[in-house]
């Protein structure tokens, strides 16, 4: 009996172990790990979106590696990420990035950002919501650098770094403004 008992205690170690474990390839170990991670990245990229906007909050889908918005203007309705609209997509992305930066190392913090982010695929208000955001961070004490060639973006912009296109010899001239 008390060598069965100890058979049994060995097999429930073992069993828990591969529970956790896996098999040899160590993929439920490796998920567990990347799932871990996931909610390490979303907690400090909801941080950042917190700052952004204060209607969204990211989640992961339970047992897997995806994200999820939880929308709370929808009564806390979890929607898929496919479903945000272009300037939801960007302040989620941005968080991202940012959270991303944060988890990355601890002992750096990022004091500029650079954005090439496709905003002439924005609507006015999406486009407003996106530059308010932009606006907080770099009131924050970032500095935002912003390529585009959207007009409403150059009206906005107080200090402006215009490269031109001469005709051959791929040759480019830069221009300034800067208001004061």
């Known amino acids: 009996a008390a060598s069965l008992a100890q058979l049994q205690q060995d097999y429930e170690q073992w069993h828990l172990l591969d529970k956790l474990l896996g098999d040899a390839t160590g993929k439920k170990l490796r998920n567990w790990a990347q799932t871990q991670t996931l909610k390490i990245l979303l907690q400090y990229a909801n941080q950042q979106l917190h700052t952004l ?64 982010e496709g905003f002439g695929t924005l609507d006015n208000d999406t486009l407003e919501i996106a530059l308010v955001a932009l606006d907080n961070l770099n ?25 031109e296109k001469q005709s051959g010899l791929g040759i480019s001239t830069l221009d300034h403004k800067f208001a004061l």
């Open 53 to 116: 906007s204060r209607r969204y909050l990211l989640t992961n889908i339970e047992q897997s590696l995806e994200i999820a918005v939880i929308d709370k203007d929808m009564a806390d309705e979890q929607r898929s990420v496919n479903t945000l609209s272009g300037g939801e997509s960007f302040l989620v992305s941005l968080s991202l990035a940012l959270g991303l930066a944060a988890l990355s190392s601890n002992k750096v913090q990022i004091h500029s950002l650079f954005i090439d």
């Open 139 to 163: 009131a924050s004490g970032k500095m935002i650098g912003i390529i585009s060639h959207v007009e409403a973006l150059k009206e906005r912009i107080d200090v402006q770094v215009k490269v």
